[in-house]
C-alpha cells in the first residue's frame, strides 16, 4: 500500500506524541513520584510505535519499543527513576525528533539510533536481575484465583489492557444491608467506574443487578489506568457502599487457561448465563485507551481550505458591503430587511471561520519548558520556567510565525537577563531564577509576555553600544527619555556579528524579532527595572484576515486604517495647528500631541487645502501620533489583502482592501508609517 | 531544430515588444488603479483583479521611457509568473504571433531598452519585435530599480 499520502498525517501525529513524551518526561522529572505520568507517556510511545511499523519507519519503532521497555520497568518500579535514566530518555525523545525531521525532510538515510537503543537496553537489563522477583511470586498466587474466574474471553481482554499498559483491578464492594436501594448504588458505581475504565465483568451479573437480585456485595473487573487510590477515591464519594478489596490483576499466568476453560463451563451449567451475554456484548472489545483524556471530536483539515473558505467569506463580506451601498443610494424598502439578514449571516459565518482557524498557542508553548530546561543545564543557571496562558487562541497563520521569536527572546533572557547561579546568590536573590511566558487575550489582541526577574537592561550599556555602532551620537542618546533608549535595541543596526555563539546576545537580532512581529500586524516593546528583572511584551491581533477599519481620505485617495490602532479621531482648524521644533502638533486635552500629515507622509498628488481637517489619534507603541486626514468616511469591514510577493514589506502599507465600490484602497500599517 | 512558439506582440511608442504567451494570464482594459505610495516609481498602483489584488508597472516608466498617455487602445496585460500574477500597461496590443526560434536573434544593444529586460530579437518579414526577458521586467526589487 503506498504509504505517502499518510506521511503528512503521521508526522504531524508523530511530533505530538513526541511533544507528549517531552512534557510528561519534564513533569516526572519534577515530581518523580507521579507514576500516573508514566503511563501517559508510555501511551505516547506505545502509539507511536504503532504507527511508525505501520509506516514502516522501523528504526523508530525500534527505539520507541526500547523506551517503552524500560518504562514498563519503571512503572513496576523494578528500577528507579535516576538522572541516568531520565538522561537517556530525553536523549530518545531526542532522536525520535530528529527521526521525524530526516522523514519530513525527505532524508533516506535512517539515523542511526544503535547507540540510544543500547542505552536503554543496558538500562533495562542492568536493573533487571536486582528485580523484586519474590514480591513478584507472591502477587502470581493470588492471582491466579481470581483469573479463574475470568472466562477465556475476558482473560484475553485483561492481557491486551495489561499490554497496552492499563490495570486491571478486582474489587469487591461490599453495599449497606440496609440500603433500600441497592440496585441504585450499584448503577452508582457503575457509572461512577465507567467514566474512567471500563467493566468487564461483574459478579452477580447485569442483569440482576438491576433486578436487584442479589445480596449486598459486588465483584467488579476493570480496567483502567488509575491507580487504587484514585478509584477508591472515587467509590468513596458514592455512600452506602464500603470497597473491600481492590486487587491488581496480571495476565501472565497463561498455562491455566485450560483449567479455566472447564471451569467456566461449569459456572454457565450453573445457571448464571452472563458469560454468554458478556460474550456477545461488542462494548467489551473497545479500546478503553484515551478514556481517561476527554475525546474531543474533531477533524484535521488541510490549512490551504481554511483559507479558501476564508477568503470566499471575504468576499461575501465585500458584497455585502456592495449591496449596502446600493441600497444606501437607491432606497429599497423590501431590501432592507434582507440585507440586515445578510448581515448578521455574514458576521455569523465570519465568526465560525475564524474561529475555526484559531489555535492555541499551547502548540508553541509546549516545547519551550523542554528548550529552556536544556539551556539553562548548558549554561549552568537554575531557572525556573511559568508558562500561563496557554490556551490562548491565535489564528493559525500567527501562530505558525511566533514560534522563532519567543525562542529569541527566550534565549536572550536565559543567556543575558538572567544571571549565574553565584551572581544571583551574591545580589541576595533566589538561586532559582524565574522566567515567565504568558499569553492573555486582551479585546482584540493577544499579549505575549517573557520576563525574567534578571539583572535588566542598563541604558548606559545601550548608549555605549549605539555609540560603537554608529547608530547615533552620544548627545543625542543622553538625551533621550528611557522608553526611546529601549526602543533602540531593536534597531537593525544595534546588533553586533562578535557573537556567533549558540546563545543570541541581549540584542542580538532583536531588529529580527521586531520585523517579523510587526509583518504579523503586532508591535513589541520593553520594559526593565535594573537589577529586577526585563520584560518583553508582543501585542498581536487576533485575526489577520477581516478587521474594523477606519476609512479616510486623504486628497482623492482613500486608505484604511485598522481600529485596532485607533484612540479617537477629532476634528481641527488650520490654525489649531502650532509648530513646536518644527514639528506640527496640537494640544489635545492639555497634553501634546504630534500631528503628522498623511499627505505629506505618502506623498498624496494634490494640495487641496481643506478648510476643516480631521485628526485620527492613532497609537505606536506607547506613543500617541495625530494622523491629519481630509475627510473621515466611516467605520468599515475590511478584508485584508496582501499586496503579493512584489510589494510587500513597503513602510506605512500593512496591505490592500477591495471596497464595496470595487476600488482598491491601502490598509495603513501605523507601526511603520512614520 | 526549430521551435515555434507563440507570442503576444505589442506596441510601446513606435518599438514593437513580444511577450511569451504562456506567462500571459489575460488581457484587459484599463481600469482604476490605486496608487501605491512609497512602491518604486514604475509601480503604476494595484487593480482590482475579480477580487484579487493585482500590482501594475507601467511599462513606459520600466522601461526609461517618458510615462504614457492613456487612450482607447491602452490595455494591461496580466501575467502569471511562479504563481505570483503581476500587470503591465501596454500602448497598444497588436496581435499574437508565431516565431520560430531560428528567428530569433541574441539581444544586441539595438532598443532604448536595458539589455538585461530583451531576451532576443525576432524577426517576422521586415519587422524586428524586442522579446522581453519577462523574469527581469516583472521581478520588483531587482537590477533596474529606481526608488
Known amino acids: 500500500m503506498d504509504m505517502s499520502q499518510y506521511l503528512d498525517l503521521f508526522l504531524e501525529e508523530a511530533a505530538e506524541h513526541v511533544q507528549t513524551l517531552n512534557q510528561n518526561l519534564l513533569k516526572l522529572e519534577h515530581n518523580p513520584e507521579r507514576i500516573d505520568l508514566l503511563d501517559e507517556i508510555f501511551r505516547a510511545a506505545h502509539t507511536l510505535k504503532g504507527m511508525s511499523a505501520t509506516m514502516g519507519y522501523d528504526s523508530i519503532a525500534g527505539l520507541t519499543h526500547k523506551m517503552e521497555n524500560l518504562f514498563d520497568m519503571l512503572r513496576e518500579r523494578k528500577i528507579s527513576l535516576d538522572a541516568k535514566v531520565f538522561n537517556c530518555l530525553f536523549k530518545s525523545a531526542d532522536a525520535l525528533d530528529g527521526m521525524l525531521e530526516g522523514i519530513r525532510e525527505g532524508e533516506t538515510e535512517p539515523v542511526n539510533v544503535d547507540k540510544i537503543v543500547k542505552e536503554l537496553g543496558m538500562l533495562e537489563n542492568g536493573s533487571f536481575e536486582i528485580g523484586s522477583e519474590a514480591v513478584q511470586d507472591d502477587e502470581t498466587n493470588k492471582n491466579t484465583e481470581q483469573w479463574d474466574e475470568l472466562n477465556e474471553y475476558e482473560q484475553n481482554l485483561v492481557k491486551t489492557a495489561v499490554e497496552k499498559g492499563f490495570y486491571v483491578w478486582r474489587m469487591f464492594i461490599e453495599i449497606h444491608p440496609e440500603c433500600l436501594m441497592k440496585g441504585v448504588r450499584a448503577f452508582m458505581i457503575f457509572k461512577s467506574l465507567e467514566g474512567r475504565g471500563e467493566i468487564i465483568k461483574s459478579v452477580p451479573a447485569v442483569q440482576d443487578i438491576e433486578d436487584e437480585n442479589f445480596d449486598s456485595s459486588l465483584v467488579l473487573y476493570y480496567i483502567s489506568a488509575d491507580s487504587e487510590e484514585s478509584i477508591r477515591k472515587e467509590m468513596n464519594k458514592i455512600s452506602e457502599i464500603k470497597v473491600e478489596n481492590i486487587d491488581k490483576i496480571s495476565a501472565k499466568k497463561e498455562v491455566l487457561n485450560n483449567n479455566t476453560e472447564n471451569d467456566n463451563r461449569n459456572s454457565n451449567i450453573n445457571g448464571s448465563n452472563n458469560n454468554k451475554k458478556e460474550r456477545n456484548k461488542p462494548e467489551g472489545i473497545v479500546d478503553i485507551s484515551g478514556k481517561k483524556q476527554k475525546i474531543h471530536q474533531t477533524v484535521r483539515v488541510d490549512i490551504n481550505r481554511l483559507d479558501s473558505l476564508m477568503s470566499l467569506v471575504g468576499e461575501l463580506v465585500i458584497n455585502k458591503t456592495r449591496l449596502e451601498q446600493i441600497n444606501a443610494s437607491n432606497k429599497i424598502e423590501d431590501l432592507n430587511e434582507t440585507i440586515e439578514r445578510i448581515n448578521s449571516i455574514t458576521g455569523d459565518l465570519q465568526t465560525v471561520v475564524q474561529n475555526a482557524r484559531m489555535v492555541a498557542i499551547e502548540q508553541v508553548f509546549n516545547r519551550f519548558p523542554r528548550m529552556v530546561r536544556d539551556l539553562a543545564k548548558d549554561l549552568g543557571k537554575e531557572v525556573e520556567l511559568i508558562v500561563e496562558g496557554k490556551e ?64 535588566g537592561i542598563e541604558l548606559d550599556s545601550i ?15 543622553e538625551s533621550m527619555d528611557e522608553r526611546e533608549l529601549l526602543s533602540i535595541i531593536f534597531e537593525p543596526g544595534f546588533s553586533t556579528s562578535q557573537e556567533i555563539t549558540d546563545l543570541s546576545g541581549r540584542g542580538v537580532g532583536l531588529d529580527v524579532v521586531k520585523n517579523k512581529i510587526q509583518s504579523l500586524s503586532g508591535d513589541v516593546y520593553v520594559t526593565t527595572k535594573k537589577g529586577k528583572g526585563t520584560k518583553f511584551t508582543i501585542k498581536l491581533p487576533l485575526t489577520l484576515a477581516i478587521i474594523q477599519a ?31 521644533q518644527s514639528q506640527q502638533v496640537i494640544l489635545l486635552r492639555g ?38 486626514v481630509d475627510e473621515l468616511i ?13 510589494l510587500s514589506g513597503i513602510p506605512g502599507i500593512a496591505g490592500a482592501s477591495i471596497l464595496g465600490d470595487g476600488k482598491v484602497s491601502l490598509i495603513l500599517d501605523i507601526a511603520t508609517l512614520i | 531544430m526549430s521551435k515555434e512558439m507563440q507570442y503576444v506582440a505589442f506596441r510601446l511608442n513606435d518599438e514593437e515588444y513580444a511577450a511569451d504567451i504562456l506567462a500571459v494570464q489575460e488581457i484587459i482594459r484599463w481600469t482604476h488603479i490605486t496608487r501605491v505610495p512609497r512602491a518604486p516609481s514604475y509601480v503604476k498602483g494595484v487593480i482590482n483583479l475579480r477580487g484579487t489584488v493585482v500590482p501594475i508597472i507601467s511599462s513606459h516608466l520600466r522601461f526609461n521611457l517618458p510615462e504614457e498617455e492613456i ?26 504571433l508565431q516565431l520560430k526560434t531560428d528567428d530569433i536573434e541574441k539581444p544586441q544593444a539595438m532598443s532604448t531598452i536595458d539589455e538585461e529586460f530583451i531576451s532576443g530579437i525576432g524577426k517576422v518579414d521586415d519587422r524586428l519585435l524586442i522579446i522581453l526577458y519577462l523574469d527581469n521586467v516583472l521581478s520588483l526589487g531587482k537590477k533596474g530599480d529606481k526608488e
Open chain 1, 392 to 455: 490562548t487562541e491565535l489564528d493559525r497563520t500567527v501562530i505558525d510565525e511566533i514560534g522563532d521569536p519567543l525562542v529569541h527572546l527566550l534565549r536572550n533572557a536565559l543567556d543575558h537577563g538572567l544571571e549565574s547561579t553565584q551572581d544571583r546568590i551574591a545580589t541576595g536573590k533566589n538561586s532559582c531564577g524565574v522566567l515567565q511566558l504568558k499569553a492573555k487575550q486582551e479585546g482584540n489582541h493577544v499579549i505575549i509576555s517573557v520576563e525574567d526577574d534578571g539583572r
Open chain 1, 463 to 477: 548608549i555605549d553600544k549605539a555609540v560603537e555602532n554608529g547608530l547615533a551620537a552620544r548627545t543625542e542618546l
Open chain 1, 550 to 580: 477606519l476609512l479616510v481620505r486623504s486628497g482623492k485617495e482613500v486608505y484604511a486604517i485598522p481600529l485596532a490602532n485607533i484612540d479617537e479621531t477629532t476634528s481641527l482648524e488650520e490654525q489649531d495647528i502650532k509648530n513646536v
Open chain 1, 591 to 628: 497634553s501634546v500631541l504630534p500631528l503628522v500629515d498623511l499627505k505629506k507622509a505618502l506623498s498624496v498628488p494634490g494640495s487641496t487645502k481643506e478648510n476643516e481637517l480631521y485628526v485620527v489619534v492613532v497609537r505606536k507603541g506607547e506613543q500617541q501620533i495625530g494622523l491629519v
Open chain 1, 634 to 646: 466611516g467605520q468599515q469591514e475590511i478584508v485584508i489583502n496582501s499586496l503579493g510577493r512584489h
Open chain 2, 71 to 96: 487612450t482607447d487602445t491602452t490595455r494591461i496585460i496580466v501575467f502569471k509568473i511562479d504563481g505570483a500574477i503581476i500587470g503591465m500597461t501596454v500602448d497598444h496590443v497588436t496581435e499574437v
